[in-house]
């Protein structure tokens, strides 16, 4: 019985594996506005990406950058070196 559950949950895991790896080879690089059918794709791409990695704003200008990319200076996260250097508070 336990078999049969673990056999399942483990078909399930590869089959959303692959779905997800599947799908991002077939999306078009950023930018790329040429098609018309774009609404429902578009939310469904920003959905897959909040799953993968969060996104955290900058401190100085904002912009979300993914969590694993941004740079942290303790409880703030940066998009840019510079960025960093102008948003740590202690400043001479
Ligand atoms: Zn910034």
Redo the contacts with the bound molecule.
């Keep these: 019985m336990t078999k049969a559950l673990l056999v399942l949950v483990v078909l399930f895991l590869g089959w959303t594996l692959w779905k997800k790896r599947h799908r991002s080879r077939q999306v078009p690089p950023r930018g790329d506005g040429g098609r018309s059918d774009m609404g429902g794709e578009a939310d469904e791409r920003t959905r897959d990406t909040a799953l993968v990695e969060a996104m955290v704003p900058?401190a100085?200008?904002g912009?979300h950058v993914p969590a694993g990319e941004a740079l942290t200076d303790g409880a703030h996260a940066?998009?840019?070196p510079d960025?960093l250097r102008r948003g740590r508070p202690s400043r001479p």
């Design positions: 900058c100085v200008c912009l940066y998009c840019s960025h």
